[in-house]
């Protein structure tokens, strides 16, 4: 089925040929393959071909998906599948990275995935490149171990999740709906935990909007205000009120909603002018006593009645979900301590992350490696941690269907 702004990737027999063979599975040789492909956002470099190659040799079908939409990039993407029954539980991820700052500062090349002091460096180890390996070494011995086993198994991966996230995950899952593909549950390898492998699962996400308020006045001399309207005063009153108190006490899962003024922007150079217009930048990180609706209602609720002549623009990044703590995240929980001696905890905390799209559609919980250097000069990502991910992995698998 070909859709507008779809293109579905076939490669050829001298593409195949430059892809590197799975081998014996071996997770830490996988990261550092994975890590020498120089995918910064929106650039693939062979990335989502590789894990599409490794998935093909253990033996399931995939769908390279090229999405693209006008002002933005196209990107390179992959739905992977084995079994043709329920249950269904996926794994998903991102292959692109963030860019490497300031080289000289890196040890090493941070496309090269060296082993420094039992930890492979390199831009994507964290975050998520060893997860993704470890994903598939975990499926690989699962699959030879147990190659009749009750039900199916897909990979979710994008190359746009660093990004303006339009034309990854979001446009892979419609995909997947427009070909009647289900699944029921999910786990992202996003480095989850902060210090320790086994810290923490993440069960839900905040929700997250940019708010950009913007004043009008009347531009003038600074000698004559009364000739003007000067729209600063007026903006730092409304930010004022935006910020006055809270936004409520958290609930049971989730800490309380937050806001941040992130800039405030009047653009005047000069110093005896008054400006025509003032703008400020917020961002609110919302749990789920809101959602955008609310949220909305909220701010303007709080300023209103100052009688200003203003303006909000919104842009939502997705509400607030959480996925009720059920058989998924017992049973991985419980392998997570078997294994690391650690008993995770379960979060909403952090950013927002491709999760969002993914409860729509399914049961999604995210874990994966230690995220403390993740998007740093020297990210890296302990070889044990690395080996005990998959292990994790390969677990779940056995648990899942068995």
Known sequence: MRKQGLKLQLMSYLEIDKMKSIGTGNPVDLTKELIGCRSITPENDGAIEQVSHWLNEIGFESNILNFEEEGTDPITNLWSHMGNAGPTICFAGHTDVVPTGNLDE?????????????????RGAADMKGAIASFISA??????????????????????????????????????????????????????NPNTLGEMIKIGRRGSVNGTITVEGVQGHVAYPHLADNPIPKLITLIGKIIDKSLDEGTNHFQPSNIEITSIDIGNTATNVIP????????IRYNDNFDSQKIEKEIHKRIEDLGYNYSIKFEHSGDAFLTEPGKLTKNLSFIIEDQTGNKPELSTSGGTSDARFIKNYGNVVEFGLVGASMHKVNESASIEDIKNLTEIYYQVLKKYFY
Do not use: H, Q, Y
């Not at 991966?157 to 549950?185: P, R, S």
């Not at 025509?276 to 961002?283: G, Y």
């Open 106 to 122: 890196w040890s090493s090349d941070p496309f090269e995935g060296n082993e420094v002091n039992k930890e492979i460096i390199g």
């Open 139 to 192: 499926t690989k011995r699962f699959v030879e171990e147990n190659p009749d086993f009750p039900g199916s198994i897909g990979f979710i991966i994008t190359g746009d999740e660093e990004g303006c996230a339009v034309n990854g995950t979001k446009k892979i899952l419609k995909w997947m709906e427009d070909n009647d593909i289900v699944f029921n549950d999910c786990i992202v390898g996003e480095p989850t």
């Open 276 to 283: 025509k217009e003032a703008s400020a930048n917020f961002n």
